[in-house]
């Protein structure tokens, strides 16, 4: 293994004079790990930044030189997407600006992808890199795996039965591009299965063919814009419905307490109209039973 660390340049230092390797993936992923690898440095003490803490160490493009079969790339690492201390919004324009600076077009995109229990996160990071760099990306993606087991780093069938559904899909919409970044903790550099990895992802790269390009970044960027238009109308949408029902119900239970009001004083005017009734009644026929009993006595009288 060579010793001598290869050249490295970041921001706008970045001279893309060959098809560029791009490695893409969540912060933490491993993705400057398996970028140290293919430059045949260890994992931890090559050009690209790595560390174990959840904000990305790659905050710019980072750029270092390989030869793959004789043929010479910029394999360049990127800042970690779907990172809480930096916005996508950023990371794109980063990409975005290293992208159009590819005078060869981007030869291959590298997704590294935690191969851990596969959850709803997993699955939410699969859609969003489709929607991050576009479908077109997928016929230039190559999906590697990292921080798998040592059963794993020594034989594929052993990941591939951890998929679900979800990921095998996800891989036959690649074409079945993947592979697995070796673990030099399980087998070191010189191990055969650490070669047999990095061999079987540096096949996938030159069985590549055409480029990804700044065109379709842009396409892809045009259909998030879409996409973030429509869940903003919809949010609109709701919200109005929401304030009508809001206003609907408000109306009705308005009319609802009017009528209750109403309804009680109907019936308490109606009490009293009752009462009122049946005192007059009362007096009237006390009234009457005086008058009768008046006659009584005056017919005694004259008797």
Not at 166 to 195: C, M, V
Request: overall charge negative; glycine content about 6%; hydrophobic content about 30%.
């Amino acid at each position: 293994m060579s010793k001598t660390i290869p050249e490295f340049s970041e921001g706008s230092q970045i001279n893309l004079k060959h098809p560029v390797i791009l490695l893409v993936g969540k912060t933490g992923s491993g993705k400057s790990t398996l970028g140290n690898l293919l430059l045949n440095q260890p994992y931890d003490e090559g050009p690209f930044i790595v560390s174990d803490r959840m904000d990305s160490c790659t905050q710019i493009c980072g750029e270092s030189e390989v030869t793959i079969d004789g043929q010479k790339f910029n394999l360049v690492d990127t800042p970690g997407i779907f990172d809480t201390s930096k916005p996508d919004e950023e990371v794109y324009k980063e990409i975005s600006k290293t992208v159009q600076k590819c005078a060869y077009g981007v030869k291959a995109i590298l997704f590294v992808f935690e191969a851990k229990r596969f959850t709803e996160e997993q699955k939410n990071i699969l859609n969003g890199i489709k929607t991050f760099l576009g479908e077109d990306a997928l016929n230039y993606m190559i999906a590697v795996f990292s921080h798998a087991t040592k059963k794993q780093n020594a034989d594929k069938d052993e990941m591939r039965k951890a998929w679900n559904t979800t990921i095998a899909s996800f891989i036959g919409n690649l074409g079945n591009r993947w592979g697995i970044s070796p673990n030099s903790d399980y087998f070191p550099p010189e191990h055969e299965k650490h070669q047999l990895r990095l061999r079987e992802i540096k096949d996938f790269i030159m069985s590549t063919s055409g480029s990804y390009t700044t065109d379709m970044l842009e396409s892809a960027r045009k259909e998030q814009e879409r996409i973030q238009r429509e869940k903003e109308e919809e949010k609109r949408r709701i919200k109005e419905e929401y304030d009508k029902k809001l206003r609907e119900e408000g109306k009705e239970q308005a009319d609802r307490q009017f009528k209750e009001q109403m309804d009680k004083m109907r019936i308490e005017f109606e009490q009293k109209q009752n009462d009122s009734l049946a005192a007059l009644t009362r007096e009237i026929a006390t009234l009457q039973k005086q008058i009768a009993d008046a006659k009584d006595d005056d017919f005694c009288q004259i008797l």
